[in-house]
């Protein structure tokens, strides 16, 4: 799970919320075969991502008597006409027609056209795009293309409520869209909540037109709630900057710069020697590349699919923090039998390396536990702790394994299932051996990792907190709601465990 600084948290900018706008794309073809003219209904708004950008694969398919397949005959587009849009700059609708202007087929024509309607929509450029080919009247052998287009509006303002992580909030986004002519935007957001007070600015430009390729620009500003897991509140502001690719349908690659100012103050009268010999400023600079690769037929209760998400970050590239930090997350969700039984495992692990001879922060370790974490224990319940603190790992590792179970027949609808699950994990502040004070370690001079023992480990692994229970799932448009009764089975001496009724609500969970 991410550190209490990483942008992740500020609840705008999450790779979660990238996967569910990865919707799977239906488009409509009609085809008069007299004419050889094909009208193309371009996919909605909400479907922009997945198979818009592969033309060969959902090409018009029709059945012919006598002579050769039209789609196939050597066409060039004559007239380009594009109606509706009222500020777009030039060398964006160059690089959007290019492609099509260069098609020399009237199957490649289509496709490409396709792929113009599909990336104004993607872009936000038009709202919808209706799309007619026709016969040129002048040229033979060449056609004309017109795309008529209901542009987006320039400026919009939403409103909303979240309740997720053991927290509620409020969140306002102002978003202008094109103000520069073409895809680009820019959203000034704000969040209100229980524990995490955000402002953030994103400026977001896409790269030759191309929806699936973004570069972003944040400023971002928050201030998070800690006390009631480990004394502190922790304020945070930084500069990221970040460019964003899709791979396929499914797949998500990130490459990010953050340089950021933390700072760990207001702490409590009660607060632990380990808490509060963090206190005070640090500054981060690190580069990071996180991928996602998500075949899930739903982002929070999924029949079928993988999930396969990791991040490696390093950092150290100026101020005062040194570390290697990676995680990682796999899920597999199956149908066992159909409208009966549906069985969900997820594995996650993570490590937090010092460089340098650095030694790691509570702002940048890893917490475990929680109802969207490891069920049965308190937020941050699993792991160190120093008096009342949570003072967080530099490694840990978690699993579960869910059986559910529709329950139409005794509630009248789908979005309720019965819940079984055992969930285990461990979470452990290892002691690392300095390269002055061991010489097994086989690394020397600056910026040489300083690695925990492998009896440390072994110990870690073999002594997993471990809880089941059983509960109910109720699937929203756009969260995982759970009500469980949770049984710690296993325990070590630092864990806060919360047997009993625990109720959830989130995107993420184990």
């Known amino acids: 799970m991410p550190s209490d600084d990483s942008p992740s948290r500020l609840g705008f900018t999450t790779s979660d919320r990238e996967q569910q706008q990865q919707q799977q794309q239906q488009q409509t073809y009609t085809q008069f075969g007299s004419t050889n003219t094909a009208a193309i209904v371009a996919p909605s708004v909400s479907d922009m991502l997945n198979v818009v950008f592969s033309p060969t694969k959902d090409r018009p398919q029709a059945t012919y008597i006598g002579g050769d397949d039209p789609f196939e005959r050597s066409r060039r587009i004559h007239r380009l006409q594009i109606n509706g849009l009222s500020f777009v700059r030039q060398g964006f609708m160059q690089d959007l027609l290019k492609p099509a202007l260069q ?65 509620a909030n409020v969140n306002m986004t102002f978003l202008a869209r094109r103000f520069l002519g073409g895809g680009e935007t820019i959203a000034f957001n704000g969040l209100l909540g229980t524990r995490t007070n955000t402002v953030q600015s994103i400026l977001s430009m896409p790269l030759k037109a191309d929806p699936l390729r973004r570069f972003e620009v944040m400023l971002y500003k928050n201030n998070v709630d800690n006390s009631y897991y480990n004394s502190h509140m922790l304020g945070t502001a930084g500069l990221q900057l970040s460019y964003k690719t899709y791979s396929g349908s499914n797949c998500l690659h990130k490459f990010a710069y953050d340089a ?18 963090e206190a005070g400023y640090s500054l981060k600079s690190s580069v990071s590349h996180s991928f996602t690769r998500d075949t899930r037929d739903h982002p929070t209760v999924p029949t079928a699919g993988t999930l396969l998400k990791n991040t490696a970050e390093l950092a150290g590239l100026g101020g005062d923090v040194y570390y290697l930090k990676c ?11 159909k409208n009966a039984l549906i069985l969900t495992t997820t594995l996650q692990g993570g490590a937090l390396l010092p460089l340098n001879g650095d030694r790691t922060r509570i702002t940048d370790r890893f917490f475990l536990g929680g109802a969207n974490s490891l069920r049965g224990f308190h937020y941050a319940g699993i792991g160190p702790r120093d008096q009342r603190d949570s003072i967080g790992g530099n490694m840990f590792y978690a699993a579960g394994v869910h059986a559910l179970f529709p329950l139409t027949g005794i509630f009248g ?41 492998m009896a440390h480990v072994r110990h870690m692994l073999n002594t997993p907190s471990v809880a089941a229970g059983v509960g109910l799932v109720y699937q929203h448009s756009f969260l995982r709601v759970e009500l469980n009764y ?17 109720l959830g609500l989130g995107l993420n969970f184990l």
């Open 103 to 167: 098609a020399e087929t009237l199957g490649s024509i289509v496709a490409q056209v396709q792929q113009v309607a599909g990336k104004l929509q993607a872009l936000e450029v038009a709202k919808s795009v209706s799309v007619s080919i026709d016969k040129s009247k002048e040229i033979e052998g060449f056609v004309d293309v017109v795309l008529d287009c209901v542009e987006t509006k320039m400026v919009k303002l939403t409103t909303g409520t979240e309740l997720s992580n053991d927290e």
């Open 260 to 277: 950021n100012v933390r700072v760990v103050q207001d702490l409590s009268s009660l607060a632990s020697y380990s808490v509060r010999n």
């Open 327 to 337: 995680d990682a997350e796999i899920q597999a969700a199956q149908t066992v039998v």
């Open 413 to 453: 609808t789908r979005k309720l299932l019965g819940h079984l699950w055992v969930n285990l994990g461990s979470l452990s502040l290892l002691p690392t051996a300095r390269d002055d004070d061991d010489a097994d370690s086989g690394k020397s001079g600056k910026g040489a990792l300083t690695l925990p023992s």
């Open 486 to 502: 949770a049984v710690p089975i296993a325990i070590t001496s630092t864990d806060a465990i919360k047997p009993g009724l625990q």
